[in-house]
């Protein structure tokens, strides 16, 4: 059996960040890897083209597939709102592995997560469901992420400088102010 490939072109605020492909594990979970696939191509009338990543955890992963509520609460598979757990053979096992992304067990429905290393601690819980082939190809999401924690930091380290300036400014007026009340004093 040829497992299949499926691709998005992702892109944040209009601007292109590139071309991810998984290679889905139809060998090992058949029934998962039908949904996401259908899902993928739209086939049914409905799925995760236009949708949006809606939960990003910096060094961990980027999960998406809410295609309904776009906000980590809806979402559906081919089969009905929900599907069963099919199995836990796959491992997550460092970038670029796709996980299905549930509420707890026999909750899947069309919400993913895509690993930005390695985490292993989801193994007895999230199945494994594909893997980007080429591990780079998930680089445009960790660099989103380290984007997001560059920016963080700077506008926290902005504050933190016009924090000081406004500090030094009214030690300034205070230095100033005392001054001015020695000058007043008429020379001896």
Partial sequence: MVNPTVFFDISADGEPLGHVSFELFADKVPKTAKNF???STGEKGFGYKGSSFHRIIPGFMCQGGDFTSHNGTGGRS???????DENFILKHTGPGI???ANAGPNTNGSQ???CTTKTEWLDANMWSLGRSPKKQDVACLAETEEEEEEEE???EEEE??????????????ETQSSSDVVTTFPPL
């Fill in 37 to 39: 696939r259908a899902l």
């Fill in 160 to 173: 933190e400088e016009e924090e000081e300036e406004e500090e030094e400014e009214e030690e300034e007026e």
């Fill in 153 to 155: 930091e700077e506008e």
């Fill in 98 to 100: 796709l996980s299905m």
């Fill in 112 to 114: 993913f997560f895509i």
């Fill in 78 to 84: 081919i089969y009905g709102e929900k599907f069963e």
